[in-house]
Structure formats: C-alpha cells, structure tokens
C-alpha cells in the first residue's frame, strides 16, 4: 500500500513540477515567480522519492510525529510565500502611483497644447474674417488699381 502512495506522491509532484515550467514556458507564469514553485515542486518529489527524509528531518529537529514537520515546512512556507507576495503588491503599488502620476503630468501638458492650439485657431479664424469683412468693403475688382 505504501509503493501505491509513493508513486501517486511522485507522480503529483512530478506532474506540478512540468505544469509550473510549462506556464512559464507559454508565458502565463513569470520566471520571478516560478522560483518559489520550482522549489516547492522539487521539495515535495525529494520528499516522495525519499520516504525516510521526512523521518530524518524529524528526528533530526526532535519531533515524534514526522507529518508535524511537513506541516510545518508548509506553514513555513506560506509564510514566505505571503511575505513575498506583499513585497511584490508594494513595489507594484509605488510603480502605479508614479505611473498616475506621470499620465496626469502628460494629460496637463497636452491640454495646455491643445488650449494654445486652440487660442492659435482662434486668432486664424479672426484674421480670415476681418480679410472676408474686408473683401466685402472694397469696390468691384478688389480695389486694385489698373494701370495706365
């Protein structure tokens, strides 16, 4: 029954070890990211090849129940996994605010180009009216005087 359970438990851990390379492969996972997961995967088909591991690491820290020192290498590392992840929400949560920052500088400028644009349209507009106003004053052939 136990050579069942180990080769469930390395057939599982191999299984997570080819799902994380193949999600960094296809891109749906970062290499940053996939450290952490390599280890893991790696941790837990050691720990299913090596069945006596467990107990050497258990009656290595004196403790009677060796899966109390798996849980506690779980907990351990969730603790790590959630430290990091934390780390990685702040540094992405500086980066959004200076990129906000940053789209509000660029949104000023180009409403200040468009405003000077817009005053630029402005004076056009007016100069073509006062000619057409013009235009309109002048006598029959455009005021131009004919020569001799």
Known sequence: MTDLVQLVSIVISAALLVTIIELVRRGR??????????VCA???FALS?????LD???????????????LLVLTFFVVIVSLYFSVVVSRHRKDIEKLVEDVALLDEQVRALAARAGSFRLKADATRNLRAEAAEKLPPGGGAQSGP
């Open 42 to 44: 790696i941790a837990l």
């Open 56 to 70: 050497l690491a258990a009656s290595a820290l004196g403790v009677h129940y060796p899966p109390a020192v798996l």
């Open 29 to 38: 996972l970062s290499e940053e990211y996939s450290f952490i997961w390599i």
């Open 49 to 53: 090849v090596w069945r006596n591991l």
